[in-house]
C-alpha cells in the first residue's frame, strides 16, 4: 500500500511525536451462534508517524473493529500490528481512542475529566500546567469548572479530546469521534480537529462514514469493501491545510473514493 511518507507533498520533518503503525495481514473474526463470522480479510497497510489517515466503508464492514485492534482492545485472529516495530499486545497510554460519545464522568468537572489520566498515575499536581494549556488548546480554559450537562455536545467532545490530549498519545484512535453532532458544530469540529493535529502531530488514524470529512481531515484515505473488509484503495490527499469545501480538487478527490465505494452516481 501506499504511504504518505513516500509523497513529496508529506513533510516528514513535522511529524515529531507520532507513532508508526503496520498493520500486516490482518484477518479477523468473531464467533456468532458457533459460527465463524469474518470481519476482516487480510488487511495490511503502514501509517507513517505524524500522519492523519481516515478508514471508509460500507457499514458494519470491520472498520471500528480495525481500530479496536490497533488500540490493542483485543488480538487479531491472525496477522499483527506493530506501534514503532513492537507488536501490539494491550492497551497502552500512549494509545488514545475517542469514540463518537463523549463518555464524560457526569459527576466530575471537565477539568476532572480532562485529568483523569494524570489522577490515575497520581500525577494532578504536577501536570496542573499541562491540564490547563490542553483546556485552552480545546477553547475550554473558562468552562474548566462546568459539568458534562452543561456543556453542548461540541464542548463535550472537546473536552473528551482534551482529556486524550493530555496523556500526550502518540496515536490518538478515532471512532467516529464527530459523528452525532449537527452539521454546523461537525464542521467547526473538523477545523478544530485539523488545528489541535497540526500542532501536536500525533498519529491519527479516523474511522468516518462521510466522505467530505474524511477528504477534509485525511492525508489519506483507505476504502473498505463490504465485510469481510478488504482495502480496495488507498487515496492519496496532498492537498495542502487549511482546505476548502469547495476547491475544484478535494471535489474531484470525493468523485473518485465515491467511486471506490460504488457510488459513481
Known amino acids: ?39 476482516l480479510d487480510q488487511v495490511s497497510f503502514s501509517v507513517a508517524p505524524g500522519e492523519f489517515v481516515a ?9 471500528s473493529t480495525l481500530l479496536r485492534l490497533v488500540a ?19 492497551p497502552d497510554p500512549s494509545r488514545i481512542v475517542v469514540f463518537q460519545d463523549p463518555t464524560l464522568y457526569p459527576w466530575r468537572t471537565v477539568r476532572g475529566n480532562v485529568a483523569l489520566g494524570p489522577s490515575i498515575r497520581k500525577q494532578v499536581a504536577q501536570e496542573r500546567e499541562r491540564i490547563d ?15 458534562p450537562h452543561q456543556l453542548s455536545g461540541g464542548m463535550a467532545q472537546r473536552a473528551a479530546l482534551a482529556r486524550a490530549l493530555v496523556n500526550e498519545p502518540r496515536l490518538l484512535v478515532l471512532d467516529e469521534p464527530l459523528g452525532k453532532l449537527d452539521s454546523l458544530t461537525r464542521m467547526r469540529m473538523q477545523a478544530e480537529l485539523v488545528n489541535l493535529w497540526e500542532r501536536s502531530r500525533f498519529t491519527a488514524l479516523m474511522v468516518t ?8 481531515l485525511a492525508q489519506r484515505v483507505i476504502v473498505f469493501s463490504e465485510r469481510p473488509a478488504a482495502i480496495v484503495a ?6 495542502p491545510y487549511p482546505r476548502h469545501r469547495d476547491d475544484p480538487k478535494l471535489i474531484a478527490l470525493r468523485k473518485q473514493v465515491l467511486a471506490e465505494l460504488g457510488l459513481q452516481a
Open 1 to 39: 500500500m501506499v504511504s504518505a511518507a513516500l509523497d513529496p507533498a508529506y513533510d516528514q520533518s513535522a511529524a515529531t511525536r507520532g507513532a508508526q503503525i503496520d498493520v500486516q495481514n490482518v484477518s479477523h473474526r468473531f464467533s456468532l451462534k458457533g459460527e465463524p463470522l469474518p470481519v
Open 55 to 63: 478508514l471508509l466503508g460500507p457499514s458494519g464492514c470491520g472498520k
Open 72 to 90: 490493542g482492545l483485543e488480538p487479531p485472529t491472525s496477522g499483527r500490528i506493530l506501534a514503532d516495530g513492537a507488536p501490539i499486545a494491550g
Open 133 to 147: 494549556q490542553v483546556l485552552t488548546l480545546v477553547g475550554l480554559e473558562g468552562f474548566a469548572d462546568a459539568y
Open 209 to 216: 462514514h462521510d466522505v467530505e470529512e474524511a477528504l477534509y
Open 234 to 239: 488507498d487515496v492519496i490527499n496532498a492537498l
